[in-house]
């Protein structure tokens, strides 16, 4: 037996009357080891703040929703979603798991192209799509998400002038019963936009029709809004088949699938409060088997996920820069990962635990990051045990949206590491410099000198 | 006549030689048209025999097929050998035989014609024996007609000893030769057309000279020459040439033997009365009576009779044994999983839980995860389970007779033993196939009694019903439609097994306990690039060890339906597609053509991709190992098989457009025992573009460096 910690004391105030359905304080375990390496050697060796993916979990989350889906449609693809993580090393590992890449942008397109996938093996999504990206789509094959009336007609014009076929599918948007409608991405369902644009399509012999898509929103919490989307979907499909013999190569129904992630005004834990997975795959493939026509040629089913895989298998490993008092007593930490690495503790309340061993006593606290912005808070309200300067948090759930959506703000990007599946630990993104940073600006000569008293 | 209809005229000709040995190569013709010349005017008057009756038949328009395979020709030779060898030639006598050409032709087609029809048997040489007995005893009744006295000439070859030489004079002797070398040059001939039937040979005379010299006071040369002929006639025919060969072929002939040389005696007696040669009418009586018998057989796994165009004795025998190892399992439906994805045999065939005495043949089958596990969060609830509330689906199609439903799920571990099937569904898929599912999710049904289903179609959702502790399914085919049936063995007919990390691929199988099982699901790509249509047309070049050569194939479909590819240097090979499985079934002629390497290449190809799948496929050994090493194997090959030839195959998937897929193949052939010696090793890899076609093809051993690209000719539209 060590010698018993050391609990500083705290004074926390007593509400009288206000009773809690959970009892006490939860005690939250330390999270001292990530996959089984110390969260201590990996700050020692590569820094801190510290970005750490588990390829492990990663390829765990693919095969399960892999198995859920397969076991309920047999024709399952899924394409992973490049705007969630589109590190070359965690594409690589959805792709040795047979994902195809989903991409929103040019940029995106040639990330994926770069690292080896063929144009027919990328779905090219989004509104805003150059001619030159669509012409290198057209020639490699890619399949194009036509999103609005302009993207069809300038295809129409591409085509007739490349004398190329294009692979097309159309974005339809539908009420689904969720607020916001999601109705400024593709052609809309219940006005007939959808119903005249598949018609352009069908009657041009340039274009051909391989699918339909559909992304209703993200982090769905319910799997209802997916049943009545499909449903929608699959009389879209049996349209086109009974009135223009078109058979559909795939019906894409997008991605939105819930992490466990916790919303900011979520009472209860995402683990409790969303349905399981299970749920959203009966809703997605319930509606397919009404596919009318099809015999034993049934149409792939295309998911586009990106959170639901990911986000559990990222970590983000912080240091503790100093502790203060607010003007109302409140406890407040100053840690080195602030939104600038968090874009995404703007909706989510991010598991925060210390990465070392603390006492059981829990005080209510803020947490800032390091910028110098009043808006760099990633939890105004979370109870934690006492720690010190110098000593280490871990932010969980941090896989998707962070390592697109950062920040060069203020200060730079940390390393982003992997745990490997077979043991190590590999760097796929080394830490900035100022070089790396300044490598692109240029100055003009009258501003190099300058000289200040 | 010109050229291309002389080579085929010479073909006919020399092919209705070689039917006489039940032999359809060239040379052995050409060996025996020699061996008759040994006496010039008997092989004149056979040959004679042989170009009248084809004749004959190419002027009233016989079937082309079925003259040029010499099926016209062999009882001429016989009957023109015939009247040369029993009485002088004069003009007349001649004269008379050439008339009795025909009579024997028209006798042939007829007797033929009725043999076939009316018992479905070959005519063999009755034709022959009926006209010469007519043709005797016709001539007999003219004084003008000198019977010769033939007697057998051992010539130089007194020095070999008399059992011997009768053993050659008895080959000799059914082309009418008295001279020991007509036989000997027969002998030979057929020592290099087939090892089997040469053993088969010495086996027959031996046994008929034992019996011979035994029974018989004093028996002439002339005896063991008649009784011996039809001996080995009888054993050509009983072992290997009309029956595929086996150890059982071998007691076949000992009882033949004996059978034979009874006939001979009664024969000769009931004939001889009259003064007529009964010459091969034995071999006729007791092959045309064995074959017909063992037509009436329940089952016809042993001593098979030939079912297709035969080939020689081993070749007849090596396709035989690689059909019956790859097809004799398949049945005529195609059973699948009854669920989506992979699952797990939880309980299998003779499983020690429940699958025992009459609902043995039965699996129960459960989802896992990655480690194992069936369920997440602690199991304590039917919905923790990943496979409650999972799609079912008709194994096939068929009439849904009986569905139980309404019978509440359980709880974890709290089975329902009163229900013991829980909620279920039957399903009749005719031919007297019933299938059944338990353990069904209350009111999650989507058919209903009366329903006709088809295979894939969801039936209703996995649950935890009746005798079931935790959510699972249970599958069993029966025989009638009542619940709680018991259980019939019956196969699946192709899915994907995993174990241990390796996918292998089975047909017409059983799942085992603990194997991971999927249906095979088609891919696009593979499935478009193995979708032969008849009337297809490939263009090909290719090289071999480093000499280019080009190829046109053609897909074709015979009078039974049966697809294959036929190939401009005269190599064909039969396709077999079946729904998620490509096979190759046979290959036939050349071996030096690209159709030739694409069949070894191809043999077997799932239709559906595969994480780490391999799959292997057996040849005959024909159609894989060189003659030189088989010659010495197939003196064995009766008692036992030396050979062996196989190939082990897998996909290998690359993101290159013009390499989608690429279906790779190592080939081994193997041989044991005294051929221990023997082994050949190959690679070979089919490439697949993405645009579903197959676009080249490789095949490399030690000695052989094959290379194709293959271009689809586009169709008129």
């Keep these: 037996m060590g010698k018993k910690q050391y609990e500083r004391p705290i004074i926390n105030k007593q509400y009288s009357g206000f009773m809690n359905k959970f009892g006490n304080a939860t005690v939250s375990q330390p999270k001292t080891e990530i996959e089984n390496i110390p969260v201590k050697d990996l700050v020692a060796q590569y820094g801190s703040p510290l970005f750490v993916m588990s390829e492990r979990v990663m390829r765990e989350n693919q095969r399960n929703v892999a198995r859920i889906f397969r076991t309920r449609y047999p024709k399952v693809q899924f394409a992973w979603s490049y705007k969630t993580n589109y590190m070359n090393a965690v594409c690589s590992v959805f792709h040795q798991e047979g994902s195809w890449a989903e991409v929103v942008s040019e940029f995106e397109y040639d990330r994926a192209r770069r690292l080896g996938v063929q144009g027919e093996h990328i779905i090219f999504n989004g509104p805003d799509k150059s001619t030159e990206g669509l012409e290198r789509a057209i020639r490699e094959k890619a399949k194009i998400h036509i999103d609005h009336y302009d993207e069809l007609y300038e295809l129409i014009e591409i085509t007739e002038r490349l004398g190329l076929t294009a692979q097309v599918a159309i974005r339809v948007n539908y009420d689904v019963g969720v607020y916001p409608k999601w109705d400024r991405f593709g052609f809309n369902y219940e006005n007939g936009e959808a119903r005249e644009a598949l018609k352009r399509i069908v009657v041009n012999k340039k274009l051909k029709l391989v699918g339909l898509h559909s992304h209703i929103g993200t982090y769905m919490m319910s799997p209802e809004p997916y049943r009545i989307a499909m449903t929608k979907m699959v009389a879209l499909a049996n349209w086109l088949k009974s009135q223009h013999h078109v058979h559909l190569e795939y019906l894409d129904a997008g991605g939105g699938l819930p992490s466990h992630n916790t919303l900011k005004g979520q009472y209860l834990q995402a683990e409790e409060a969303l349905p399981a997975l299970d749920q959203y795959a009966d809703a997605i493939t319930g509606p397919l088997f009404e596919l009318e026509s099809y015999g034993d040629s049934m149409p792939t089913l295309i998911l586009e996920s990106g959170r639901a895989l990911i986000d559990n298998a990222g970590f983000l490993i912080s240091t503790i820069s100093a502790l203060k008092r607010l003007s109302d007593g409140k406890r407040a930490y100053i840690i080195d990962a602030g939104i600038n690495l968090l874009f995404t503790s703007f909706w989510y309340k991010h598991k925060l635990v210390p990465a070392q061993a603390t006492g059981v006593i829990k005080e209510n606290a803020s947490v800032f990051g390091p910028l110098c912005m009043n808006i760099d808070c990633i939890h105004e309200d979370i109870s934690l045990p006492a720690m010190k300067k110098g000593e280490h948090v871990v932010l969980f759930n941090v896989g998707a949206y962070t390592m697109t959506q950062w920040m060069q703000f203020i200060t730079l990007r940390p390393s982003v590491v992997m745990i490997m599946e077979k043991g190590g630990v590999e760097v796929i993104r080394k830490g900035e410099s100022l070089d790396y940073v300044m490598q692109l600006e240029q100055t003009p000569d009258s501003l190099k000198k300058f000289s200040l008293v | ?717």
């Design chain 2, 1 to 717: 006549m010109n050229i291309l209809t002389l080579r085929t005229f010479i073909d006919t000709i020399l092919y209705s030689y070689a039917q006489i040995f039940f032999s359809n190569r060239r040379w052995v013709g050409a060996a025996l048209l020699i061996a008759a010349f040994v006496s010039p005017v008997i092989g004149l008057f056979a040959l004679l025999g042989a170009v009248i009756s084809t004749l004959l038949a190419q002027a009233l328009k016989y079937n082309a097929e079925r003259i040029r395979t010499g099926f016209y020709g062999f009882n001429g030779i016989l009957f023109g050998a015939a009247g040369a060898y029993y009485c002088e030639l004069t003009p007349l006598y001649v004269g008379f035989i050439l008339v009795f050409i025909f009579v024997t032709f028209f006798a042939s087609t007829s007797l033929e014609h009725y043999l076939a029809s009316s018992f479905n048997l070959p005519g063999l040489s009755l034709p022959f024996i009926l006209s010469l007995d007519i043709f005797l005893t016709f001539i007999k009744t003219f004084d003008w007609v000198h019977f010769k006295t033939n007697s057998v000439q051992p010539g130089f070859f007194e020095v070999i000893p008399e059992y011997i030489r009768l053993y050659f004079h008895s080959f000799g002797f059914i082309l009418f030769q008295t001279d020991v070398l007509a036989g000997m040059i027969i002998a030979v001939a057929i020592l290099f057309f087939s090892r089997v039937l040469f053993v088969n040979s010495i086996i027959a005379y031996a046994l008929n000279y034992f019996l011979v010299k035994n029974l018989f006071p004093d028996p002439t040369p002339a005896l063991y020459i008649q009784t011996s002929l039809n001996a080995i006639l009888v054993a050509f025919a009983l072992g290997g040439s009309l029956i595929i060969i086996s150890r059982k072929t071998i007691i076949l002939i000992v009882l033949a033997t004996v059978m034979t040389l009874i006939f001979n005696i009664f024969f000769t007696s009931v004939f001889g009365v009259h003064g007529l040669p009964i010459f091969v009418l034995p071999f006729n009586v007791v092959v045309l009576a064995t074959i017909y018998s063992l037509k009436f057989r329940q089952e016809q796994s042993d001593l098979v009779l030939l079912y297709f165009a035969p080939g020689s004795p081993e070749e007849n025998y090596y396709y035989h044994q690689n059909r019956k190892s790859r097809f004799d399992k398949f049945r005529f439906v195609f059973p699948e999983l009854p669920f989506f994805g992979e699952w797990k045999v939880s309980q299998g065939i003779n499983g020690s839980i429940t699958h025992k005495t009459d609902w043995r043949h039965a699996w129960d089958f459960v989802i896992t995860d990655e480690s194992g596990k069936e369920y997440r969060g602690n199991g304590l609830s039917p919905e923790d389970y990943f496979c409650y509330n999972t799609p079912v689906v008709a194994p096939l199609d068929g009439e849904v007779v009986r569905i139980v439903d309404n019978i509440p799920d359980n709880e974890i571990n709290n089975p329902n033993l009163k229900n013991n099937w829980g909620n279920t569904i039957i399903i009749n898929h005719g031919y007297g196939l019933f299938s059944s599912i338990s353990h069904i999710k209350p009111g999650s049904f989507e058919v209903k009694k009366g329903d006709h289903v088809l295979k894939g179609q969801t039936v209703a959702r996995c649950g935890n019903s009746g005798r079931s502790p935790v959510p699972h399914l249970h599958f069993q085919f029966q025989l009638t439609d009542r619940l709680g049936e018991k259980t019939y063995l019956f196969p699946l007919s192709q899915y994907f097994q995993r174990n241990a990390g390796e996918t292998t691929l089975c047909t017409f199988d059983y799942p085992n306990e603990g194997d991971l099982v999927r249906n095979i699901e088609a891919h696009s790509t593979i499935r478009r690039a193995f979708d032969f249509r008849i009337g297809q047309e490939f263009e090909l070049s290719w090289t071999l060890n480093g000499k280019q050569y080009t190829e046109h194939w053609d897909v074709k479909a015979d009078s039974t339906n049966a697809v294959y590819i036929e190939s401009s240097i005269g190599t064909v090979a039969y396709i077999h597609p079946k729904e998620k499985v490509f096979f190759m079934a046979n290959v036939l002629g050349s071996k030096k053509s690209a159709l030739y390497y694409f069949y070894l290449l191809s043999i077997s190809v799932p239709l559906g991709y595969g994480e780490r799948l391999r799959w292997t496929d057996t040849f005959p050994i024909s159609a894989t190992i060189g003659k030189a090493v088989r010659f010495v194997s197939e003196f064995m090959l009766v008692f036992t098989n030396l050979l062996s030839s196989s190939a082990v195959l897998w996909f290998e998937k690359q993101d290159d457009p013009k390499k989608q897929f690429i279906v790779r193949s190592t080939h081994t052939r193997l041989g044991r025992g005294v051929l221990g010696w023997f082994k050949a090793n190959g690679t070979g890899s089919i490439v697949i573009d993405s645009d579903a076609r197959i676009s080249e093809l490789y095949f490399e051993t030690g000695k052989t460096n094959f290379q194709a690209t293959i271009r689809e000719k586009e169709m008129p539209v």
